[in-house]
């Protein structure tokens, strides 16, 4: 990245002097500052008499996180940030700038893998906020929405996409959730649920039935007589990420071909502004970029979306990598794109100014900036006192069960990233349900643990923030062979050279990046020392999510003997409990490279 920075200058004069990357009539705006947050900002060459204002917002992966959280903020110190209440509070700020002319997108994973104050309560409360926040002519969702098949229009000035969380508990669910009804179990909290507010367009998910649409692809926004074309798109790689018996019943197509054709029916509509509201995102840059930055130069599987983009997008909001990204990057047609995603949890929100030719209806201008939803400053020293009311509710009805203490932790137990060989909250998991099973042994995905365990008190809501989604565990057996061709698949998928690491337990191994692909683990021994036997058969434990063949981990799926367990959270609390208190988890190096070994 440093080296490309060196050629930013270079960059933006080629782009100026290229048609094909930077039309004519462009030009690139300075960057700026606004209130102390980096701003990314284009403008055309020429301005018309008459031009209107128009604002968006850009909310991504909340995942029912409806508390505050606290951040560290120097040593000594935290600062509280995000939570519903105080993030409706900066909405209603931004909202008030251009009253009537506010757009806010939400792109997806708004429920699932969410908090439990959500989750237990089968996400309603985060959808009662998603309701609350509604702003204008905003009637029920009704199944009749998704037979539309040209764009319609509304007065509805919030628009969502779905990530690939909304699909965690299956399509049935899904529906029930946007369309209104009581669930199997019964009412949550004595009321069945009326469905959302908030029209829901998602251009690349269709019904293996006959290949009908899930959703629309698009919906015009009126605002005030300005027309705002909105598209919505998730991730193709959903089926990888969900169990897949939830959702056999759809099939998630390449989110460009989806894209440009539901971009080009807005255009044959008369609209010519048009915002990508999408469940994909970036992994870099992380930064405001001054400069466009070519789709090549991009990481994360938006970059390949963006690179097969037609054009005639001017907007895109972005979400699923939990990223900071606001950059101008140029699409086939030689249009320059406005992409943004404000991180996850509710803590930051994308603020984007267009200036339109209020008789053409072009984009004349374009700025962004990411906001953090700070609670000691700002709006945020007076949360919204109606979205408050929901959150309390919700975690009153949820205190029973989250505060149940299960243990303590004599440090921070942590989940690390991805990329990391080991973790110790992996460890700890892994560990957990391999005891549980009583296998040889036992592998867990990284991303599916979702927050660390802090030092102090570990209850039962910690413990539910680890393991949202209920997943069950799965005993079967693997031959060596497909042991090690299981940890192969670590640098398999779209992940390439750069891993996503397995959590495992009763195995450790050595591998080595100057191998090929397919010969990276050079070593690998199980608990006792002895080398795994590609002949021998081996007990197993892993989450159905895993065993579904999910995160592209498919030799899990050759698996013979399935059997199926308790949940991962059951194992993990049976576990802590037995192990005692304070709890103290640290590395053993049970994944490590050639060069440390």
């Excluded at 991504?60 to 040593?75: C, I, K, S, V, Y």
């Excluded at 049935?172 to 019964?186: I, K, S, T, V």
Aim: net charge negative.
């Amino acid at each position: 990245m440093p080296a490309r920075r060196c050629l930013v200058p270079l960059l933006t004069v080629l782009l100026a002097l290229a048609p094909a990357l930077y039309a004519a009539d462009e030009r690139d705006e300075v960057s700026a500052r606004r209130n102390g947050t980096a701003l990314v900002a284009w403008r055309a060459s020429a301005s018309p008499a008459v031009t209107v204002s128009v604002r968006i917002l850009g909310v991504n992966d909340l995942h029912g996180q409806l508390e505050r959280h606290l951040r560290a903020h120097g040593e000594d110190e935290s600062r509280p940030i995000g939570g519903a209440a105080v993030l409706a509070s900066y909405l209603a700020a931004e909202r008030s700038v251009h009253p009537g002319r506010t757009l806010t997108l939400w792109a997806g994973d708004t429920i699932g893998a969410s908090a439990i104050v959500s989750a237990l309560l089968r996400d309603e409360p985060t959808l009662a906020i998603v309701n609350a926040l509604a702003d204008g002519d905003c009637p029920p969702l009704t199944r009749a929405w998704a037979t539309q098949t040209a764009p319609a229009t509304t007065r509805c000035h919030v628009v969502a996409t779905l990530g690939n969380h909304e699909f965690d508990r299956g399509t049935e669910e899904l529906e029930r959730l946007l369309y209104g009804g009581a669930h199997p179990d019964g009412p949550v909290l004595g009321q069945v649920w009326r469905g959302t507010r908030v029209p829901f367009v998602t251009a690349n998910v269709v019904r293996r039935d006959g290949q009908r649409p899930l959703l629309p692809a698009s919906v015009i926004v009126d605002l005030g007589g300005v027309r705002i074309g909105v598209v919505g798109a998730v991730t193709s790689s959903t089926p990888s990420l969900v169990v897949p018996a939830r959702i056999r019943d759809l099939e998630f197509l390449p989110e460009a071909a989806a894209i440009n054709a539901a971009v080009a029916t807005l255009r044959a509509s008369g609209v010519h502004t048009v915002v990508l509201v999408i469940h994909e995102g970036l992994l870099a840059p992380t930064s405001p970029e001054p400069a466009p930055v070519p789709a090549d130069e991009l990481e994360g599987g938006l970059a390949a979306v963006l690179r097969a983009l037609d054009g005639g997008i001017d907007v895109i909001v972005a979400g699923h990598t939990h990223k900071a990204n606001n950059v101008l990057v140029p699409l086939k047609d030689g249009s320059l794109t406005l992409v943004t995603q404000a991180r996850s949890y509710g803590t930051a929100y994308s603020v984007i100014d267009l200036t339109l030719d209020a008789r053409a209806g072009t984009t004349i201008a374009k700025s962004a900036h990411i906001e953090t939803v700070w609670g000691d400053e700002g709006p945020g020293r007076e949360p919204d006192k109606k979205i408050a009311r929901i959150v309390d509710s919700a975690a009153k009805a949820t205190a029973a069960v989250g505060g149940r203490l299960i243990g303590t932790a004599a440090r921070a137990i942590r989940r690390g990233e991805p990329t990391d060989p080991e973790s110790p909250l992996g460890d700890l998991v892994a560990d957990a349900q391999r005891a549980a099973a009583g296998t040889e042994l036992a592998f867990m995905n990284a991303a599916g643990l979702r927050n660390d365990l802090e030092a102090g008190p570990i209850t039962y809501a910690m413990l539910f923030d680890v393991h949202p989604f209920g997943n069950q565990l799965v005993k079967l057996t693997l031959t060596g062979e497909q042991v090690l061709r299981l940890l192969e698949q670590q640098w398999t998928g779209p992940y390439g050279r750069t891993p996503r690491f397995l959590r495992t337990s009763g195995l450790r191994y050595v591998y080595d990046l100057s191998q090929p692909a397919g010969k990276r683990v050079v070593a690998a021994d199980d608990a006792h020392g002895d080398a795994i036997d590609p002949a021998r058969r081996y007990s197993v434990v892993a989450n159905d999510f895993l065993v579904g063949g999910g995160d592209y981990y498919t030799v899990l799926a050759e698996g013979a003997g399935a059997t199926p367990l308790v949940t991962d959270i059951v194992a993990l609390e049976a576990y802590i409990r037995r192990a005692g208190s304070p709890l103290s988890v640290g590395l053993d190096g049970r994944a490590r490279p050639f060069a440390s070994r």
